[in-house]
């Protein structure tokens, strides 16, 4: 059984620590055992102090003084297999503001952890007062506008934080600024990040499996109940205003929610406990049972071929031309497909990441490739 995952991102500032808050105490009304992956850029303890005075008995593995997506990227596999021997029923992944969510879920794939864990779904939280000035104030770091845009892209829920912060014009400009990057995703409008949480929880069971060890990791005190909110609206929910933010989230009374989509792998939405990701982001595993080699050019014309679809692929292949039959490590991401001889032993595969992608369409290139 996979332990579902859900990794929360945003700028700095946004407002991810105080969502995580609202949803560790609404896993422990739900009975549900989370355990918390955090990283921060420096190497103060200023996210993981805030969780120690507000949160559960909940293991807590915390990265410093860098990006878990960068030089803290080799960490994450150990991180989250120690938390797994734990047998939580969910992680929960909160990432440092200037990280792309897609690292993590590359992460994720690697083969100790494929079998082990599912993306359940990627929440990104933004700053509703703020938000439109992110281009021009960072216009001159191309990469960081380019994650801040991916930390959209590739959401499932998108939480426009501090909306009692601006006005009901500038709330409709930051709508279409989230629906330019992203038209499917769930959009709530909130004041300090109190939304209606079963768009982020749902489908989560208590898995009542067995840990494996007793806990590494440091493990924080016990939950205050969430205080009352404050902010201008006077709401929990700030405005109740239907500005018909994107596709009917949104109802009457502010409140955002989010549709049943089938997005590929026949995973229809509903509310059946089955341990379905509730993701638009895909890992589809195709392991290779031959070793005949492959030609580099028809593998990267496939993966092209799925358009921007593809955020990224990996695997061990025998490729055509190589000097003997070891396999090649194949890594694919912004449209560049990179590949080194290596000494790997082990079966050979590719994992494909990528959102709303076509499983069955996928295979069968694969397979006329092949």
Request: aromatic letters at 4%; hydrophobic letters at 35%.
């Amino acid at each position: 059984m996979k332990t579902p995952v859900i990794v929360i991102s945003g700028f700095l500032g946004s407002g991810k620590t105080t969502l995580l808050l609202e949803l560790i105490q609404e896993m422990h009304r739900r009975k549900l055992k989370p355990a918390i992956l955090m990283n921060e850029l420096g190497k103060a303890d200023v996210d993981g102090m805030i969780l120690s005075q507000s949160a559960g008995d909940i293991p807590l593995e915390k990265l410093f003084d860098g990006c878990i997506c960068c030089s803290k990227k080799s960490e994450i596999s150990g991180s989250i297999q120690g938390l797994l021997a734990l047998a939580p029923d969910v992680i929960l992944v909160e990432l440092t503001g200037v990280a792309n969510p897609e690292e993590v879920v590359d992460a994720m794939a690697e083969p100790d952890l494929l079998d082990k864990v599912i993306l359940h779904n990627i929440v990104t939280v933004i700053d509703a007062e703020h938000v439109l000035e992110y281009n021009s104030i960072f216009a001159s770091d191309k990469q960081l506008v380019h994650t801040l845009r991916r930390q959209l892209n590739v959401a499932d829920v998108i939480v426009v934080n501090k909306q009692d912060l601006v006005s009901d014009h500038h709330l409709s400009k930051v709508e279409r600024l989230v629906r330019k990057h992203n038209e499917q995703a769930a959009i709530f409008y909130a004041v300090q990040a109190k939304i209606e949480l079963e768009s982020v929880l749902r489908g989560l069971v208590p898995l009542r499996l067995k840990a494996k060890a007793s806990s590494p990791f440091k493990v924080i005190s016990a939950p205050h109940q969430p205080s009352e909110p404050r902010g201008r609206s006077g709401s929990q929910y700030g405005h109740g205003h239907d500005h018909g933010h994107g596709n009917g989230h949104r109802d009457a009374n502010g409140h955002g929610h989010s549709h049943d989509h089938n997005h590929g792998q026949g995973h229809v939405h509903s509310h059946n406990h089955d341990h379905r990701s509730f993701s638009r982001v895909q890992t589809i595993y195709i392991p290779i049972n031959s070793e005949s080699p492959f030609s580099l050019k028809k593998l990267e014309k496939l993966l092209k071929n799925q358009g921007s679809h593809v955020l990224r692929a990996k695997g061990y292949v025998s490729l055509s031309g190589a000097s003997n039959a070891d396999a090649s490590l194949i890594q694919f991401s912004g449209k560049q497909l990179r590949h080194e001889r290596t000494t790997y032993k082990g079966p050979h595969y590719l994992v494909v990441i990528g959102y709303d992608l076509d499983e069955h369409e996928l295979l069968d290139a694969w397979r006329s490739i092949g």
